[in-house]
């Protein structure tokens, strides 16, 4: 059973950086796969954000592209998103799961408020 | 860009009853990259269904997925209480790489 876990701080600043990590268990990341995060506002649907290889390249959702940073550190075997600008509009529960989708994090809320 | 449309937004049924949720893309995807998942409140999303019409391990077979090209189908034949849930559709390969529907909420009568 592959294991997924989303760490990072629940309140971000507006304009700030929004940070988060997601640690992969029972399962190598350099494996294969490719891993990625989606997120929901609140009451609404699902939104692609990005996903990164085990190799490192990455596709983003264009819509978020010009803020968003998907990184991989295989030794930790953890894949991380930065979102960078936020405005309250990125408040969402923001998932990390495995491409095809078939394993996911429990996922993490993150607000956007001064 | 590809656009998925879920219909109904909302579907009343009671247990024991049979359910069709349809999506809808805006233009034409491989069957290979269309998929379904069921999220309860609380929960993360979970698939369901692959390739248009493959069984996620675990799924029972009350759930079965059809469709190609621009027009999906997810059945459930026989309703159970803990079918209740929204359901969304996706597609991979086209832009943005990954899309899903709006969701159909699947409610008890």
């Known amino acids: 059973q592959v294991l997924l876990q989303e760490s990072g701080p629940g309140l971000v600043k507006p304009s700030e950086t929004l940070s988060l990590t997601c640690t992969v268990s029972?399962?190598?990341?350099?494996?294969?796969?490719?891993w990625g995060w989606i997120r929901q506002p609140p009451g609404k649907g699902l939104e692609w954000i990005g996903n990164?290889?085990?190799?490192?390249?990455?596709d983003y959702n264009p819509s978020l592209k010009s803020r968003v940073t998907i990184s991989v550190d295989t030794s930790k075997n953890q894949f991380s998103l930065k979102l960078s600008s936020v405005t309250a509009a990125d408040t969402a529960v923001y998932y990390c799961?495995?491409?095809?989708?078939?394993?996911w994090g429990q996922g993490a809320l993150v607000t956007v408020s001064s | 860009e590809v656009v998925l449309t879920q219909s109904p937004g909302t579907l009343s049924l009671s247990p024991g009853e049979r359910a069709t949720l349809s999506c809808r893309a805006s233009?034409?995807?491989?069957?290979?990259?269309l998929a379904w998942y069921q999220q309860k409140p609380g929960q993360a999303p979970r698939l369901l269904i692959y390739?248009?019409?493959s069984r996620a391990t675990g799924i029972p077979d009350r759930f079965s997925g059809s469709g190609s090209g621009t027009d999906l189908t997810l059945t459930i034949s026989r309703l159970e209480p803990e079918d209740f849930a929204v359901y969304y559709c996706?597609?991979?390969?086209?832009?943005?790489?990954?899309?899903f529907g709006q969701g159909t909420k699947l409610e008890i009568k």
């Open positions: 799961a495995r491409a095809g989708f078939d394993y």
């Open positions: 029972n399962y190598s990341i350099s494996s294969g796969y490719s």
């Open positions: 990164i290889y085990h190799s490192g390249n990455t």
């Open positions: 233009q034409s995807v491989s069957s290979s990259y």
């Open positions: 390739g248009a019409s």
């Open positions: 996706q597609q991979y390969g086209g832009s943005p790489k990954y899309s």
